[in-house]
């Protein structure tokens, strides 16, 4: 969703007086690069429409009266929700700050549809609403993160890696049962949202970010906007190929795809084969992952080469992309396995090898671990952004 020139001066001077405030409209125009007329202009509209509050502060000397301005807290409500491999739905409610005020979980039965899953959602959030006990129409939207490929244009679910095949108007479903629209997007562009909005790179314009979890998703922030492609899909960086026409085959109906190596799936599907063990449930898969690398840890089983292997695609695939994109910074959320050192230096002599040279050691990589609350208030960042943008 590209923003016009209009939307995105509004975002970026919510987003500056997100972080700053209190702030005063002079103060504004350093903080954006704005012209004063345009700051005037914006903030105006934001006041009348109650987003932005006005606040007077008294001076000592002659003049006007300072006037400094604030994001409204109250007015208008955002939630979050969105569904964890472990079979849970975590739903989060915020103010137009962004600040919680409420957080709810639910357990999802298991489901072996698209369409299964949209009435648990409206179950799961009709409680949680009730509980909250806040009006349907101060609820602005309802930001629907989704494990899988969706449009973000459309609110259609195409795809979910546990579940029958789509297409299914998802966010249409819940959206007309609960009374309140929704906005809807896959899980990444979310986990990317929070990063954005209150993540360590907070306010960084410029990243990638790759998620290792079941499966494998990125997200790309370019000047300050997520991108998504022209048909409203996220980046599939989990299926660019890293052994092609020859390697092990992906969900996907590929060969050699990134997930097929490195993804928690794939590892728990070559060491569940060389130990001789069954595959574990999908919603027990990062229980019994965490499990593994214990034993791993202990010395009791040996899927090293697995694992360096895994490393050594992630470094390879992370190289194609810098060598494609020369982002300003690479953010890889992971689980514990990325945090291991001599992992971690496979990974990196295969990014220093794979990268074309005059962009060598210039991307900032980031690991962290996985936080399964960046989710829900990565959904609730998305609407933030959609009353932000709009006049
Ligand atoms: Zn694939």
Known sequence: MRL??????????????????????????????????????????LVRRGIVIEEKVATSGPGRPRVNLRINPQGRYVVGTTPTNEG?????????RGESLGFAKAALTRDTTIEGLARQFITALEQALAEWDVPREEIYRIGIGIPGI??????????????????????????????????????????????????????????????????????LYRGGQLVTGVHGMAAEFGHTKVVPDTGRACYCGGIGCLQAYCSVQSIMEQSCAQLGRPLPDFDRMNAAFDGLMAEQAAGRIDIGPILEQASHYLGVSVANHITMQDPEAVVILGPKFTMIEELRSIFFDALERNTFPALRRRTRLHFKLGDKGAYARGAAAMVLEQIYRCS
């Open 4 to 45: 016009t020139d209009q939307e995105f001066n509004r975002v970026l001077v919510l987003k500056k007086l997100r972080a700053s405030e209190p702030v005063a409209r002079t103060d504004l125009v350093g903080l954006t690069g704005l012209t004063g007329g345009t700051i005037t202009a914006i903030t105006a509209d």
């Open 88 to 96: 849970e739905l975590l739903t989060e409610i915020v103010n137009l």
């Open 150 to 219: 969706v449009n973000n244009r459309t609110g259609i679910v195409e795809h979910i890696i546990s579940l029958d095949s789509g297409p299914v108007d998802f966010g249409g479903i819940v959206g007309e049962a609960l009374g309140v629209a929704t906005l809807i997007d896959n899980s990444t562009n979310l986990l990317a949202r929070a990063e954005h909005w209150y993540g360590a790179a907070a306010h960084a314009d410029d990243f990638t970010l790759i998620n290792i979890d079941l499966g494998i998703g990125a997200a």
